[in-house]
């Protein structure tokens, strides 16, 4: 058995002149009519791809050759496919009777039109993000996010206390056991990072240090790309974030 092809010219060189002549006109009016599509073989058939999804297939059977415009197409321009066999999704045609350039333009230009109307709509791009974290004691993580941090309680049950941060829920949800992760769970953005690590120090809040890490005195560290972070743990040893995000005007300054 030969290999599979894996170009559509290794496709078409195996046939026979008369359907590879039929199949590469259809490729060139598909071409046409969807310049930005690209070539693949789908199914172990010619095909073309749009925007990373497919278009249309078309090959070659024992007698005859097809193209695969899907159903919607087709049924728009059924008057037109009179003289063709055409079921759902599919036209058959012989070789030596190959389609008019112009039908398959109309045909593309149709699944093209589709497509358009059928596009994914984005699943959670614009949906609003909840942010997740562990208490084995709900009355002092309360005391924590509430008044050491500020955040606003939205409410509260046996499973969960629900805080506004700046329009994040933030959900704590009440475990029996936990063991803190090794890495930041929870983090915020802030205009001063010095100002706000300052101002928690005074609520009794310690910044972490660790090993190899240029930290500041106030326990801020600047990284290569010029954001500055500093570190500390809520009381169930949960690993939470400070980060001063680069500002153009510094760095812009860098680059004099």
Known sequence: ?????????????RLSRDKRSAL??????????????????????????????????FGAATNH???????????????QLEPYDASKGTIRFPPDR????ALVRKLVKARIAERAVTRRPPLLTSRPIIA???????KRAKAFYAKTLG???LSEDGFALVFDAGGTMLRVATVETLQPAGYTVLGWIV???????????????????YDGMRQDDLGV???PGGARVAWFSDPDGNTLSLTELERPARRNAGQR
């Open 1 to 13: 058995m030969p290999p599979k092809p894996q170009t559509v010219d290794e496709y078409l060189a």
């Open 24 to 57: 590469e006109q259809l490729r060139r009016a598909i071409r046409a009519a969807a310049p930005k599509a690209e070539e693949c073989i789908s199914y172990q058939m010619p095909a073309f791809r749009l925007d990373g999804r497919m278009l249309v297939w």
């Open 65 to 79: 050759c097809a193209f695969y415009p899907g159903a919607a197409p087709i049924q728009a321009l059924k008057d």
């Open 98 to 101: 190959p389609l008019p350039a």
């Open 132 to 138: 997740f974290v562990a208490t084995t004691n709900p």
């Open 151 to 153: 955040l606003r309680l």
């Open 191 to 209: 205009p001063d990072i010095a100002k706000t690590v300052r101002d928690l120090i005074a609520r009794g809040v310690m910044f972490q240090r």
């Open 221 to 223: 560290w600047s990284s």
